[in-house]
């Protein structure tokens, strides 16, 4: 059974910085690539970065390009999103994603509350 577990959200004001994380289980982490999404109040969920399986490829959404990176780490089976220079618009719920055995695999989100 496939788990994700986020965390490390919190309230921070803007131009802050945070790190969540992604602990996970149940799937052979070195073979997948994997996904951080987000989802804000009364919007759909969106993709915010994406990492390869060796960790040498990314790739952003643009409203985070130059202010967030993702990362991984093969021996923990953990996969991070640091956040730097963090606006209010990014505020919302944070899912780890990986696609594998044909289904749709989600975390239970951590939050993000970007406000002064």
């Known amino acids: 059974q496939v788990q994700l577990l986020e965390s490390g959200g919190a309230s921070v004001q803007p131009g802050g910085s945070l790190n969540l994380s992604c602990v996970t289980s149940g799937f052979p982490f070195k073979k997948y690539g994997l996904s951080w999404y987000r989802q804000a109040p009364e919007k759909e969920r969106e993709s915010v970065a994406r990492?390869?399986?060796?960790?040498?490829?990314?790739t952003y959404a643009d409203s985070v390009k130059g202010r967030f990176t993702i990362s991984r780490d093969n021996e923990k089976s953990t996969v991070y999103l640091e956040m730097n220079n963090v606006k209010p618009e990014d505020t919302a719920v944070y899912y780890c994603y990986v696609y594998y055995f044909g289904k749709d695999n989600w975390g239970q989100g951590t939050q993000v509350t970007v406000s002064s």
């Open positions: 990492i390869n399986i060796y960790g040498t490829e990314t």
